[in-house]
């Protein structure tokens, strides 16, 4: 029997083979120039963060053919490298969007936009033009759809396994679409990445305090599942049946639960229509309580001073990852947006929750710590279906007791965020770098990008230190 043939990859490889701009709605196509300004947004925000100047710096040492843009650098190095950078400062800010899916209390989802640095780097390395990376984004999207809802009855994360684990295969079929691989030399890169491409979750567990490596934790598998893809296309093979064969990913890393069909059948709705984008720079499942929190604060005009005690309730996931003790008191940025008594806090002292709230100053600022004393985090069971909902309680030293809900925040799938709305984002982060008329170029590049001859047109404009 012809396994290669017959197997699961070769089928994914098949449908990356024909997945084709020209088949891809006005809607799609929107979405897609939607997803690519706000990871740029992610990006450049994070251009001065220790993780992101870090991983630049390495990959400048490293040298190696000037191919792609790292975000912020005037230095080009080889695309796979310059996703690893690009993808670490789209992570840094956790402001970037989710795809998600649940089941019960079980939540599995992925930061989507991770996937784009990929996108980026080997369409500046080919010369893509904007139609093809167009293509090879929302490809990236559907694959990493597909991987998740295949998870429904396990995910990976009570396996002890982080989201990126199915980077690895998404990114080496996303790429190996912009290098033009055959549907063999695609199933080849589909193994070769699935057997080196899995994270473990210490990187997001509970109970554990965070650190830098969670900002690389899907970029450096995308470095290497562009390093497969490229292999693949040299002739260099890989294991057909990664995915069901004997020890492979659905035996080995998912205890044998895994729903194959819905892994390789047609999806409903296009994934790049059920993102779920941030308005707040905090993990996703916060943004329920925080825009609650917020709400109430600005209707109210509380001050600091005015606040006795708040209670959050959330899901029993959020309440649990976001509330656990290690995050009380956070003292860096990767801790910090995952902390609900920190998120809390600093909601209430700064009326907003962005990139500037996470400078080394707020960790120790006596009013953020004397407010997280006053903050309780509960989970709720009747808010575990809408996965993104909170409950805020204030109570005030005169006697009142606030309280607000919110279902679907702003950015939800259900409650997008406006075209104005998600340029107002980017300015934002941009502007801190960027002129006016740079920023505004860029937007008019994203907004056009189905006519650039070339991405590197767009990218060009991304390389200004």
Not at 45 to 64: F, L, N, P, T, Y
Not at 112 to 141: C, F, M, Q, W
Not at 350 to 360: F, I, K, L, M, N
Request: proline share 3%; aromatic share 6%.
């Amino acid at each position: 029997m012809d396994t290669h043939a017959a197997s699961v990859s070769r089928k994914l490889a098949q449908h990356t083979e024909g997945f084709s701009y020209t088949t891809l709605s006005d809607q799609e196509i929107h979405a897609a120039k939607r997803v690519v300004l706000d990871m740029l947004a992610c990006a450049i925000g994070a251009h001065k963060s220790d993780a992101g100047r870090i991983v630049r710096s390495v990959m400048e040492d490293q040298g190696g053919a000037r191919e792609s843009t790292m975000i912020g650098s005037l230095v080009k190095v080889p695309c796979a490298n310059a996703a690893l950078a690009n993808g670490a400062m789209a992570r840094y800010l956790d402001y970037n969007d989710t795809y998600f899916r649940t089941n019960g209390t079980l939540r599995f989802g992925i930061h989507s936009n991770e996937l784009i640095p990929a996108a980026l780097a080997v369409g500046e390395r080919r010369h893509a033009n904007g139609k093809d990376v167009i293509t090879a984004i929302a490809l990236a999207y559907d694959l990493a759809a597909r991987f998740i809802d295949a998870s429904f009855a396990q995910n990976l994360h009570t396996r002890g396994w982080h989201y990126s684990a199915i980077a690895g295969f998404v990114v080496a079929l996303s790429a190996g679409k912009l290098l033009g691989l055959s549907a063999e030399q695609l199933a080849g890169a589909a193994g070769i990445a699935g057997v080196h491409g899995l994270t473990l979750d210490i990187i997001d567990a509970q109970g554990e305090p965070y650190n830098m490596t969670k900002n690389i934790g899907l970029p450096q598998v995308a470095q290497m599942g562009i390093m497969a893809a490229l292999l693949a296309q040299k002739g260099f093979t890989g294991p057909a049946r990664i995915i069901e064969g004997n020890k492979g990913f659905v035996q080995t890393v998912m205890g044998g639960v895994y729903d194959l069909e819905i892994l390789t059948a047609p999806r409903k709705q296009p994934a790049l229509l059920e993102v779920h984008q941030k308005n707040l720079a905090a993990e996703h499942t916060t943004q329920g309580a925080l825009n609650a929190l917020l709400e109430l604060v600005r209707e109210h005009d509380l001050k600091p001073k005015d606040i006795e005690r708040v209670k959050i309730e959330a899901t029993t996931r959020t309440a649990n990852h976001t509330g656990d003790f290690v995050k009380r008191f956070p003292t860096d940025k990767e801790t910090a947006d995952h902390s609900l008594y920190y998120l809390t806090a600093i909601a209430i002292v700064d009326r907003t929750v962005g990139p500037g709230q996470y400078t080394a100053d707020r960790f120790t600022n006596p009013v953020v710590l004397s407010l997280i004393d006053k903050v309780t985090v509960e989970a709720n069971t009747d808010l575990d279906d809408f996965v993104f909902a909170g409950i805020a309680h204030i109570s005030t030293k005169d006697g009142r007791k606030l309280m607000r809900r919110i279902d679907y925040p702003k950015g939800n799938s259900l409650n997008p965020m406006t075209d104005e709305e998600l340029v107002k984002k980017f300015e934002g982060t941009a502007l801190q770098f960027l002129d006016k008329g740079q920023s505004e170029h860029i937007v008019n590049s994203v907004f056009k990008l189905e006519r650039l001859g070339d991405i590197g047109e767009l990218m060009a404009n991304l390389s200004f230190t």
